[in-house]
């Protein structure tokens, strides 16, 4: 595989560039809100960064396909080999709500697999990148270090967190059986999605993320949520599967989460998790995610 240092540059420049305007439209409260069909919102902010990362992927890459959140979905995506998946804004509601709990995402998906992801948070100025074979980082504030997630120890309990947008609250009961299995008392719900800064020093709230959806209630994530964040938990040392261990395949006809997921921070936690949830989600359907 030909290394992907170009494509890091500009999707690091491209993320670093929507997110000044993004914080800018953030820091003057300067960004109307919209509702789209489905009921989530949308902001003059994400429309901004959408133009400002589309425009820079497609005068660097000009044959890659592009998916984004905010863009009309092209199929012709489908017989590419690259493919860009963003979201301009992850957590809009955050945004709208002025938490400072967002991040701008771009993950680079080959042949169906992500190998490059960027996700930077405007608000804190905080860049956490990673592309296959070159490992992880953080940048806080222009300050460059290399990320490696801290391991759970065989004979500890790892923190369980699941997420709204991975089927919370409806998924508690039988996450918490999870947990206790484990040893892991009460599992902490997130509003969030994928935030891998989560599982980082000094607020590692968690070792590992784990969602799935029950009573039939539908996916409320979509591969431009995860793409960018499984790419730098892989190469911090972690690992991301659906609930069956799995690979989660992107670039997909439609682009929703399935099979829900667990991220966690090492692979002997991660098996400790999925061995945990075997009795609550049975065997894996046939289908592929």
Not at 121 to 132: F, K
Not at 189 to 217: C, E, M
Not at 242 to 260: A, E, I, L, S, T
Request: proline residues 8%; charged residues 25%; contains cysteine.
């Amino acid at each position: 595989m030909a290394t992907l240092e170009h494509e890091l540059a500009v999707a690091t420049a491209a993320v670093k560039v929507a997110g000044a305007t993004v914080r800018d439209l953030y820091e003057r409260a300067a960004a109307a809100s919209y509702t789209k069909g489905d009921g989530s919102p949308v902001t003059d902010a994400d429309l901004a960064a959408d133009r400002i990362i589309r425009g820079a992927l497609r005068s660097a890459f000009p044959t890659d396909a592009i998916l984004t959140e905010e863009g009309a979905d092209d199929q012709s995506r489908l017989a590419a080999a690259r493919c860009w998946v963003v979201d301009p804004i992850d957590g809009t509601q955050q945004f709208v709500d002025r938490t400072g709990e967002f991040d701008v995402l771009i993950a680079l998906v080959e042949d169906g697999r992500p190998t490059l992801g960027v996700l930077y948070q405007p608000t804190t100025d905080t860049l956490l990148a990673a592309a296959t074979g070159l490992g992880a980082w953080i940048e806080r504030a222009g300050e460059r270090q290399p990320l490696h997630f801290a391991p759970v120890q065989p004979d500890e309990a790892p923190r369980l967190m699941t997420s709204f947008w991975f089927g919370a609250p409806d998924n508690l009961p039988l996450l918490q059986r999870a947990a206790d299995r484990l040893g892991a008392g009460a599992t902490s719900t997130s509003p969030l999605g994928v935030t891998v800064r989560h599982f980082v020093p000094p607020i590692h709230r968690a070792d590992a993320l784990v969602g799935f959806y029950v009573n039939g209630r539908p996916s409320m994530a979509w591969e431009w949520d995860f793409a960018a964040p499984e790419v730098v938990v892989r190469e911090a040392g972690g690992l991301v599967t659906d609930v069956w261990g799995r690979p989660h395949r992107y670039n997909k006809p439609d682009p929703r989460n399935v099979g829900g997921i667990v991220l966690s921070v090492d692979p002997l936690t991660h098996q400790r998790v999925l061995d945990a949830l075997r009795p609550e989600v049975g065997d894996p359907p046939r289908t592929e995610d």
